[in-house]
């Protein structure tokens, strides 16, 4: 049988960004992706009820994302994200707080002025806040690994009276950040957004929202992936993996001594050939590894009901809210998108009961949510949305290349990148692939991080100083 070019299995941001470096590098990959359309996880559908086309889950961003924003500017799609400095917190009875950079502090003080402002908090709750800041700033993130974030907060602080901080501060920035709870996220994943994403500085901290449906975000893949001489065969299912053999579910065979399995990690252990899976032992670790579900809820109001583009909803199990304009052909009016990460006891309720609980937790926070009418409404359950963070799912995310010269080259969101599985890390984790079947450097197609501002350079510790060294490459 001929061999072919590097075959890639899994059309997901993964193996999107590992097609395109390969494609760039003058050899043409081949994409072999299940279904009608590239993006994976990160998709859009259109709804049967309304005919509207909506997302599985608003997807954000973050400016320290270098990787992922890398991989949209090569797709032609850098421009379709709108970037929010602003973050609002809504309490129970509407009062708001912003939590916004100031025009003239640096990182990592930049959030000092409004943070000092929020109202929801005590001034015990900030202090202890702060502190705890301060001591992720300076930490080496790669020695807490194996205890959870609730734990290195309570050695940070006096545990009883950091309880309120955690409920109302910590847990929706890290469940939305990790997609799992403080009490169970290992704390080197929690410090690690943290730390890039919220101290470094000004611009790594930005957070970045599709303007577009995600699907369109990803259409230009296709096209940018043909030009530089690569292909893309969607609807073409994969059901086995084997030493430089990739079957496909027609039947029909395509050899290659390079394959790329950029499948998530439950479809790799059923797609990958046993005698393989066998000799390597990364698939013993990814049968360790466990899911977190997300769920995403749209709703349609014929008027607005809130004022900000984004909040999360203090103490609510509703977290998360993205406002933007109904289309004027959908009728007008409103689209809420509400979102509930680590969403594990959402996942028995019915879509009636997911609506109800979410509206309960509108009209506790917003005005004017009942003078609205609610004209649709559709929730999206997304079981396997991500890789559950935890210290020992984190301890088994198996690395991109095996110990054998000959191991099978795996990408996805659940590898060992140093990121936690998101976009960044599915990006990160296909330029690496890439690298390795080009027989680079492992790193040598990564995005350097963003460099921390001045004053955190000064007063950061062992992780922060880090960054600041990739950085300079
Ligand atoms: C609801 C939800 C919300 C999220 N929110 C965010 C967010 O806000 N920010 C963020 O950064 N991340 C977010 N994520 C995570 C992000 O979507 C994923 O980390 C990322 O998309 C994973 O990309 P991937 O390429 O590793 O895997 P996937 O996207 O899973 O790609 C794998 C591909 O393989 C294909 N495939 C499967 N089986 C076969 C087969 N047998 N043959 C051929 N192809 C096959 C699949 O169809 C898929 O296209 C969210 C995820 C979900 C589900």
């Known amino acids: 049988m001929p061999k072919e070019r590097v075959l890639i299995v899994g059309g997901g941001v993964a193996g999107i960004a590992a097609a395109l470096r390969i494609a760039e590098a003058g050899i043409a990959p081949i994409i072999l992706e299940t279904r009608n359309k590239l993006g994976g996880r990160a998709t859009s559908f259109e709804d049967p009820r309304t005919g509207h086309v ?24 850098g421009d379709l994200i709108t970037w929010h400095e602003e973050i609002h917190w809504i309490e129970r009875g509407g009062r708001t707080s912003v939590m916004k ?17 929020m109202k929801f908090l005590t001034a015990h709750e900030k202090v202890s806040i702060a502190r705890a800041m301060f001591r992720i700033m300076r930490a080496d993130r790669s020695r807490y690994t194996d205890i959870t974030f609730e734990t290195y907060l309570a050695g940070s602080n006096n545990a009883p009276k950091c309880a309120p901080a955690i409920a109302k501060f910590w847990e929706p920035i890290v469940v939305s950040a990790c997609n799992i ?35 369109q975000l990803y259409a230009g893949a296709v096209d940018a992936i043909q030009r530089t001489g690569g292909e893309v065969r969607l609807s073409t299912g994969v059901e086995r993996i084997d030493n430089g053999v990739v079957r496909m579910t027609s039947g029909v065979e395509l050899c290659s001594d390079k394959i790329i399995c950029a499948l998530p990690f439950e479809r790799a252990l ?5 005698e393989l899976q066998m000799g390597d032992p ?36 509703t977290q998360w809210i993205f406002a933007k304009d109904a289309p004027s052909e959908a009728g007008g009016g409103q689209l809420i998108h509400a979102v509930v990460s680590g969403a594990d006891e959402w996942m028995t309720l019915d879509e009636q009961q997911i609506v109800n609980r979410v509206m309960d937790d509108l009209r506790i926070c917003l005005d004017g949510v009942d003078d609205a009418e609610l004209i649709s409404a559709r929730g999206v359950k997304e079981k396997r949305a991500t890789i559950a963070p935890t210290p020992e799912c984190e301890s088994n995310r198996p690395a991109v290349i095996g110990e054998h010269a000959s191991s099978l080259v795996l990408g996805g969101d659940y590898v060992d990148t140093g990121w936690p599985s998101t976009m960044e890390g599915a990006a990160r ?16 197609f990564v995005i350097p991080p963003l460099m921390p501002e001045y004053g955190v350079r000064v007063l950061g510790g062992g992780s922060l100083k880090r960054q600041a060294e990739l950085a300079k490459k």
Do not use: W
Not at 54 to 77: E, F, K, P, V, W
Not at 429 to 444: H, T
């Open 54 to 77: 909506l997302d599985n889950c608003q997807h954000i961003t973050l400016g320290c994302c270098t990787n992922y924003l890398d991989l949209l500017s090569r797709m032609g799609a």
């Open 181 to 215: 709870s403080v009490s169970k996220v290992a704390a080197s994943c929690a410090m690690h957004v943290i730390q890039e994403g919220f101290l470094a500085s000004r611009q790594a901290s930005r957070m970045g929202v599709p303007s577009v449906p995600l699907a």
């Open 282 to 317: 990364r698939f013993e670790m990814m049968k360790r590894i466990t899911h977190s579900p997300i769920l995403g809820v749209h709703l349609h109001f014929d008027r607005p009901i809130l004022s900000a583009p984004q909040a999360t909803l203090v103490g609510m199990g």
């Open 270 to 274: 059923q797609v990958v050939d046993d």
């Open 101 to 117: 950079p100031s025009p003239i502090a640096g990182a990592p003080a930049h959030y000092g002025g409004s943070f000092a402002h």
């Open 429 to 444: 984790s296909g330029y690496m692939a890439a690298a390795a079947v080009l027989g680079e450097a492992l790193d040598s």
